[in-house]
Antibody, heavy 129, light 106 residues
Framework: QVQLVESGGGLVKPGGSLRLSCAAS????????MSWIRQAPGKGLEWLSY????????YYAESVKGRFTISRDNAKNSLYLQMNSLRAEDTAVYYC??????????????????????WGKGTTVTVSS | DIQLTQSPSFLSASVGDRVTITCRAS??????LAWYQQKPGKAPNLLIY???TLQSGVPSRFSGSGSGTEFTLTISSLQPEDFATYYC????????FGPGTKVDLK
């Protein structure tokens, strides 16, 4: 069955680094964009980043741009999030999600969009001294 | 950047009620909107994408409508398993989420 399993979370000191992984199975990984989303304790969802199937297109939320790096290894069916210069406010559950791409055909133009149809169970990152 | 707001933030309802949640965008976003349901301690679950397309396997009591800046998620007859928090999300470029609407038992 389609499955995403995150790993790599843990306790890290402020200023430290952590690399999260997301192992995908049950679908053709190279057919899909992939995303990272987080949720701080008691708070809402925060989209962080997504990467195209080839890795050529990447977007980041402003809150993590320059500190976090998304990547993927299609040969290993894996997604990664390298997190540097971690802060207390980065404490959260981190989810990876399969991110299908679709489009609207509005006459002469195509408008592409992405949504998240399969989510992992998440991995917890705690940033504390 | 596009900002999403949701109303209400909290909603108390009874089983069988018709429930409507609104999501407003700070500028027009065509139909680039999705809705998710999240239960405590669980990952979110996709309900609706492209404003009104029901995700496979989602009960037909859920529906979405709207375009431009105002969108609604409607649950036609609230079931016990529907008590949860609902989020809208912009679907183009920066995939921002709304702040959420918690639906609990009256």
């Amino acid at each position: 069955q389609v499955q995403l399993v995150e790993s790599g979370g843990g306790l890290v000191k402020p200023g430290g680094s952590l690399r999260l992984s997301c192992a995908a199975s049950g679908f053709t990984f190279t057919d899909y964009y992939m995303s990272w989303i987080r949720q701080a304790p008691g708070k809402g969802l925060e989209w962080l980043s997504y990467i195209s199937s080839s890795g050529n297109t990447i977007y980041y939320a402003e809150s993590v741009k320059g500190r976090f790096t998304i990547s993927r290894d299609n040969a290993k069916n894996s997604l990664y999030l390298q997190m540097n210069s971690l802060r207390a406010e980065d404490t959260a559950v981190y989810y990876c999600a399969r991110t299908p791409s679709d489009y609207f055909d509005l006459g002469n133009d195509y408008y592409y969009y992405n949504y998240m149809d399969v989510w992992g169970k998440g991995t917890t990152v705690t940033v504390s001294s | 950047d596009i900002q999403l707001t949701q109303s209400p933030s909290f909603l108390s309802a009874s089983v069988g009620d018709r429930v409507t949640i609104t999501c407003r965008a700070s500028q027009g976003i065509s139909s680039f909107l999705a809705w998710y349901q999240q239960k405590p301690g669980k990952a979110p679950n996709l309900l609706i994408y492209a404003a009104s397309t029901l995700q496979s396997g989602v009960p037909s009591r859920f529906s979405g409508s709207g375009s431009g800046t105002e969108f609604t998620l409607t649950i036609s007859s609230l079931q016990p398993e529907d008590f949860a928090t609902y989020y809208c999300q912009h679907l183009n470029s920066y995939l921002t989420f709304g702040p959420g609407t918690k639906v609990d038992l009256k």
